[in-house]
């Protein structure tokens, strides 16, 4: 060997060396207590962020048919991972697709695919914990593949007790941990941006304690023989009767999982979900052991619900528990986020739940900034946040940061210092009517760069069930006038496209000009320089922008009738419709009483349609009317049906109609009624295997009753449900500023069964009274000023079920019948021995 080859050879050992150093330097550790502390400064340490699926199973494979390539879907989304402020990664490996029956690694492109995600997310400084053990099959919400790896072969529940499986894994893990990732040129140790391995996903723990603690403590050793010195974790929450066993093992930390409405409800989820969300208990504390170790949450989400306050929320709670690592679940590809396939009961994306994002950048900023064990506060304004239910609205106004998920009024703590803002509707610095995110963020002084993303329209239920063929949020694009009020702008600043292709260049009318989706350099009137297009700003450049192409689907019109509105007043229809040329116009075509009458719909803002109907039109019996586009070309298309034609021609047959109910002035208001609300309806029943809930007729087939049992009853196991009723409501409120009594028309199998059933408002104050039914149908009144605070369920029941069952509210507040929202019904008090059946035909208000 020369010389020149010898010093070429130490020079490039050496610079590994340091390199292999510096990535050391970068990691976390846990320490005595159980704290996760930087290695280089000690502080503690906090993560917030996402899990993502490109790479593996169907979510793959539905970006591929949709025609894009799965590396820029990757790259689009990651941008996105940064433009939010998330920080941390995590994703169960699907080992079913990159591994065989003995273990072996299978170096494919699902492991290409996954190495080249974390070097995207090693660009924008996201970190990773690596689960490499998902156990899952591949195909959901397809069939499974028969892929003849280890998995496959013994399945989730045998490869935690099998010999042959855990030699398996010991060997998958073995490889997976030194393999070389080919776009970084680090194995998962070497690379400093990953911090932890969480050994498998989900664990289904069975057969002795004892050979629990022995596979994780194999599994472990595994992974350090292949020279892992980072934190290993692994799941205590799945399987808590095990939580002894698991604390035994050799690991540093434990992994939990919330999901706390439930998961695959079929249907949004209304009403306020607050209190589902206001504590995570922890209730592994007793054993000693697991008071030294690091706590993660690897999965989270408020399933079925759109509503954008719940994260913000929940990462309060995780603090206050003392979690230093959050990951929602899942965050949708951009690619196929249009129908919501990849996981039904999930809902996340900037372009298409564009609230929702921002709620989760307001969440990670909770998170970062909400001290470890920090003393919950549960009030709806904590720090420079603010949680508001009734108005969609989480916040975070402080001295440099201004973010919001919906209009807000609320007054700017220092426009001068603001040096980010980011939003959704208008504020007092940003006055918009766009549907989509925006973001505005100081480059330098009086230099400003503007993000604004198209508009994102909800057109169908998200969290219905889900299909390729079916579109539930609509894209566009379109421009529209955009007003911001910044100090360090001023007025007439000047305006410059940035985003390939965007040659936008114009200067502001005062603090106004119109706005098509881009990213926009704003610079301040007078200014002579500003920083080129090459610049960085938190890991993103100037020039980037990332957004889903236009849909080109037409019109569409997205409203839902009244359920009934009082006779002889007039009511207002609003409808939200998407593809409306400027020359089209639209009207609403009335059939009241046989009467038919044409109402032109005014526009109120983007999007926003508005009719009123005269009170001379509203008289008692059924309302039906259709909203009917017309178009500048003479075209007509009538909704619901969605059908062309002119809806006058001879030949038009009878098609699909909205109706509204027209109540008589003594009318009563329905609250519940088993055959229209009872596919909507929160059910808890702790013994789904022996309780029973159906639906059955009586003396009028037509009339659906619901039927519940508690057929194997257990002392103090109670069953229920909860209903969502404030919609039924809108038409109706000066009958309900009226209305003294709540009814309820039920029988039970036996005599003097005991029930309580009650009101919940938009506050979550549950007040509630004790009845007693009979054998026969009878409507028991409950006079409404005699409903006394109470304990509600909460429902859809939290996982894990260790969870608190109960919410009450610690503040007083006093029964006001315009706030109520809910219902709650449970029985099943003091029967210990006997079954107990309960029938309800109808409850309403009078």
Do not use: C
Not at 1 to 29: C, E, R, W
Not at 152 to 160: D, T, V, Y
Request: hydrophobic share 40%; no cysteine.
């Amino acid at each position: 060997m020369t010389l020149l080859k010898k010093i070429s050879l130490s020079v490039a050992f050496a610079a590994m060396a340091i390199a292999a150093h510096a990535q050391d330097n970068q990691g976390i550790y846990v320490d005595a207590s159980g704290v996760i502390r930087w290695q280089k400064d000690h502080k503690e340490a906090a993560f917030y962020g996402t899990n993502y699926t490109a790479p593996f199973a169907y979510g793959n494979r539905a970006i591929v048919r949709r025609g894009v390539t799965a590396e820029q879907a990757i790259k689009d989304d990651v941008y996105h991972f940064s433009r939010l402020g998330l920080d941390a990664f995590r994703v169960h490996v699907w080992d079913q697709e990159i591994s065989d029956a003995k273990g072996n690694l299978i170096d494919n492109e699902h492991l290409r695919l996954f190495d080249f995600l974390l070097a995207e997310l090693k660009k924008r400084k996201i970190k990773t914990l690596v689960t490499p053990i998902a156990f899952w099959g591949n195909g959901y919400p397809e069939k499974d593949e028969n892929t003849g790896s280890f998995a496959n072969i013994f399945g989730k529940e045998k490869a935690l007790v099998n010999e042959e499986a855990f030699k398996a894994q010991e060997n998958y893990l073995k490889q997976f941990f030194k393999h070389k990732n080919p776009y970084t040129g680090l194995t998962y140790q070497q690379d400093a941006d990953i911090l932890a391995t969480e050994i498998n996903n989900e664990p289904h723990h069975s057969g002795p304690k004892e050979r629990a603690t022995e596979y994780i403590n194999r599994m472990t050793a595994a992974i350090k023989s292949t020279g892992w010195t980072k934190p290993v974790f692994y799941n205590i929450s799945e399987s808590p009767w095990y939580a002894d066993a698991v604390v035994k093992a050799d690991v540093q930390g434990h992994s939990f999982q919330w999901y706390p409405t439930g998961l695959v409800a079929g249907h949004t989820l209304k009403g306020n979900y607050l209190p589902n969300v206001a504590r995570y208990k922890i209730p592994f504390d007793t054993i000693p052991a697991f008071k030294t170790r690091a706590k993660v949450v690897y999965e989270f989400d408020a399933g079925d619900v759109m509503a954008p306050i719940m994260y913000p929320a929940m990462a309060r709670s995780f603090r206050a528990a003392g979690f230093q690592w959050a990951t929602q679940f899942a965050y949708d590809p951009m690619a196929t986020a249009y129908a919501n396939t990849e996981y039904q009961t999930h809902y996340l994306n900037l372009a298409y739940t564009p609230a929702k994002a921002i709620s989760m950048l307001i969440a990670s900023k909770v998170f970062h900034q909400t001290k470890r064990l920090d003393t919950l506060n549960n009030s709806n304004t904590f720090g420079p946040f603010k949680i508001d239910y009734k108005g969609s609205l989480s916040e975070m106004n402080a001295e440099t940061e201004f973010y919001y998920t919906n209009t807000t009024s609320s007054k700017v703590i220092n426009a001068k210092k603001l040096k980010h803002i980011a939003g959704v509707g208008s504020s007092k610095i940003v006055q918009y009517q766009g549907r989509g995110a925006y973001f505005i963020d100081q480059v330098a002084p009086g230099v400003w760069r503007l993000e604004v993303m198209p508009d994102a329209i909800q057109i169908k239920d998200p969290f219905e069930k889900a299909s390729p063929k079916k579109e539930v949020t609509r894209i566009n694009w379109v421009t529209l006038p955009i007003g911001i009020e910044l100090p360090d702008l001023g007025s007439g600043f000047t305006v410059k496209g940035l985003n390939q292709g965007n040659t936008f260049n114009a200067a502001a009318s005062k603090n106004n000009f119109r706005v098509s989706p881009g990213a926009y350099l704003l610079i301040r009137k007078g200014l002579k320089t500003a920083l080129n297009a090459q610049s960085n700003m938190q890991n993103i450049a100037l020039g980037e922008f990332v957004a889903p192409k236009a849909d080109q689907e037409g019109v569409f019109v997205k409203h839902e009738a009244l359920a009934s509105v009082s006779a002889d007043a007039a009511f207002l229809i609003n409808a939200e419709i998407v593809g409306l040329g400027t020359t089209d116009s639209v009207f609403i075509q009335l059939n009241a009483g046989s009467r038919w009458k044409n109402i032109p719909m005014q526009k109120n803002q983007e999007y926003t349609y508005t009719a009123t109907i005269p009170a001379e039109l509203v008289k008692n019996g059924l309302l039906k009317y259709q909203i009917i586009i017309h178009r500048a070309n003479g075209d007509y298309i009538a909704f619901p049906a969605n059908e062309k034609g002119n809806p006058n021609a001879w030949d038009r047959l009878e098609t699909e109609s909205y109706q509204t109910y027209v109540a008589a002035k003594d009318a009563v208001l329905e609250i519940f009624n088993a055959a229209a609300d009872g596919k909507n309806i929160n059910i808890y029943s702790p013994d789904w295997g022996s309780n029973k809930v159906d639906y059955v007729s009586g003396e009028n087939p037509s009339v659906l009753q619901l039927n519940l049992a508690i057929n194997k009853p257990k002392p103090g196991q109670l069953m229920g449900f909860q209903s969502y009723f404030a919609d039924k409501l809108e038409g109706r409120l000066e009958s309900l500023r009226n209305a003294k009594t709540l009814v309820i028309k039920v029988k039970a199998n036996a005599e003097n069964t005991k029930l309580k059933i009650g009101l919940i408002d938009n506050d979550a104050h549950f007040f509630a009274a004790e009845i007693l039914a009979g054998k026969e149908f009878k409507s028991i009144e409950i006079p409404l000023n005699q409903l006394k605070k109470a304990a509600q369920l909460l429902l859809p029941r939290p996982y894990p079920g260790f969870l608190p069952l109960y919410y009450q509210p610690t503040d007083s507040a006093a029964f006001k019948l315009q706030n109520a929202e809910k219902l709650e019904v449970t029985f099943g008090y003091g029967s210990n021995t006997s079954a107990t059946q309960i029938t309800i035909e109808s409850i309403y208000l009078k």
